[in-house]
């Protein structure tokens, strides 16, 4: 059992920043692969980005490339998501993921544990 509570959802301004964080516990964190996924108002759910156990491999939806970064802290059993020149586009709820293989994927299929999603609105 895992269980992920994310923080850090808010409303923003265009061009601005913000960091989700997304805490889990209920199993060993180092042992995750974690993940942000988003889902806009009328849209499917998508991918956002990815991160494996030890940080070493990472990948992004071309949407965020150079705009998100994605980060770990195992200490802390925190994923995070620093979010830089957002825009109107990336209004969405997102959602934080994680699976136990240590592959990094942008299947949702493939991500069994979820948290229940933050609201982050960029105005303009």
């Known amino acids: 059992q895992v269980r992920l509570v994310e923080s850090g959802g808010g409303l923003v301004q265009a061009g601005g920043s913000l960091r989700l964080s997304c805490a889990a516990s209920g199993r060993t964190f180092s042992s995750l692969t974690m993940a942000w996924f988003r889902q806009a108002p009328g849209k499917e759910r998508e991918f956002v980005t990815t991160i494996s156990w030890s940080s070493d491999r990472t990948y992004y939806a071309d949407s965020v490339k150079g705009r998100f970064a994605i980060s770990r802290d195992n200490a802390k059993n925190t994923v995070y998501l620093q979010m830089n020149s957002l825009n109107s586009e990336d209004t969405a709820v997102y959602y934080c993921?994680?699976?136990?293989?240590?592959?990094?994927?942008?299947?949702?299929?493939?991500?069994?544990?979820w948290g229940q999603g933050t609201q982050v609105t960029v105005s303009s």
């Open positions: 993921a994680a699976r136990s293989a240590d592959i990094v994927t942008m299947a949702r299929a493939l991500y069994n544990y």
